[in-house]
Structures are given as C-alpha cells and as structure tokens.
C-alpha cells in the first residue's frame, strides 16, 4: 500500500511517499481498527487545532474545556471537529502497546521526510496511539536530532506530556537537564513546571516515579503466579 503520498512545502518539488505502514490498530477489546481510519482523523484535524487543543484537550466533556479550547472547537470545520473527536475515541480505546509501533513508523516517514510542515501532524499520533516505547524512543529524538525547529520541538515535547506516563515524564526530566540548546531545556522546563502544579507534587516526589520498579509493587516484592 501507499500511504500518505503527499507534496511537501514549496522548499522541494518532488512527491514524497512513504513506506509501506505495516501496522493496523489494535483495541483493546482485540478488534483490528484499518490504519486508514486513524490517519483520516488526523488528516480532517490540522496541526494547528490540535496545538491549541493538546495535551489538555477534554473534547468528550465541554465542562472542562478551557474558554479557549471551547472558542477553538467551535471555529472548527464540522470536518475537523469530526477528527478531533474520533482521535479522543482513538486514543481512550487503542491498546497502545500493539498500536505503538504504528504510530512511530508514522512518524519515521515524516522524520525521513526532511519533516514537511504540511504533515505534522504525524508527531500527534505517537501521543494519541503512543506507549512507553514511544515515549523513550520521542525523548532521544528531541535530544539527537539535527536541526529541529522550535514548533517541532515545542510538539513533541506536548506529545511526551500528552502520554502522561512515568517514561514521558523521565524524558521531559532528560531533555530538561540534558537538550541539545537553552531554548529546547527551557520548553522542557516548562512542561516540568506545568506537570508538577497539575499534580501538586514537588520535584522529588516526580524525580521518584519515574525510577523503574522493575515490576516490584510499593513493597518492593513481585507476585508470580504458575
């Protein structure tokens, strides 16, 4: 199959095409969802929505929209607003550990790409569909890629904070402390900052849950059942 055949900006004028993605969606009830299915609703929703609605986005109950997110809801095409919902859908019953390695090959075309504009929201999909491996796997590539801008930067740090999980949080810890410029460690700070007065726990007590547990519980033991 060919997927996500597209012209990027004006700065090349050839087609860019990507691999064969070799990933359907996986539910969590065990139904296989077509790959095309996800990649329509990010396509109906443009990047610049999705900026304004992640990682906070609360599309399924309108109570805990911010006046912003409810001003940007409803400037939205009934075609993006359609997106924006089926991506929430997406997101609350993927299993993320099969569906992971999709969206990552989604986004590795977009990197292998030179990252056209016009497709970023290729970034999203690891934070709608992403899992702990995507998580590590998003962090090295803020630190270690070459010539990222700013907004590039800036996503893919709310997309680790998007899934929300202690490997996304080590990783904006790791970017933090150890980005390749000021400016990208700043945007990490920030989201650092954010997640602690979102949860009221201090650094340390962050720093403490994102130390691997190795499977052990709170007492420090592992059950095995034969």
């Not at 999203?124 to 890629?145: K, N, P």
């Amino acid at each position: 199959m060919r997927a996500l055949a597209a012209t990027p900006p004006s700065a090349t004028s050839r087609q860019v095409e990507s691999s064969s993605l070799s990933f359907d969606i996986t539910l969590r009830d065990g139904a296989m969802l077509p790959r095309e299915v996800a990649l329509g609703a990010l396509r109906a929703c443009s990047h610049r929505h999705l900026d304004l609605l992640r990682p906070t986005g609360c599309i399924g109950d309108p109570s805990k929209l911010s006046t912003r997110e409810a001003a940007t809801l409803e400037a939205m095409s009934p075609e993006a607003l359609a997106g924006a919902r089926a991506l929430d859908a997406l997101h609350e019953h993927a299993d993320l550990v099969k569906s992971g390695p999709f969206a990552w090959e989604v986004f590795e075309w977009w990197a292998s790409n030179r990252r056209p504009r016009a497709h970023a929201w290729c970034i999203w999909l690891i934070g709608y569909l992403g899992g702990e491996q995507q998580a590590v796997q998003l962090a090295d590539a803020v630190r270690h890629t070459r010539g990222l801008s700013r907004d590039e930067t800036k996503r893919m740090l709310n997309v680790l904070e998007l899934i929300g999980t202690p490997y996304a949080w080590h990783g904006l810890l790791l970017v933090a402390r150890r980005g390749p410029r000021a400016d990208v460690r700043r945007i990490a700070t920030s989201h650092v900052q954010g997640l602690l007065r979102t949860t009221g726990w201090t650094q340390e007590e962050l720093e403490d849950r994102v130390v691997p547990t190795c499977g052990l519980d709170a007492r420090g033991a592992r059950e095995f059942s034969y």
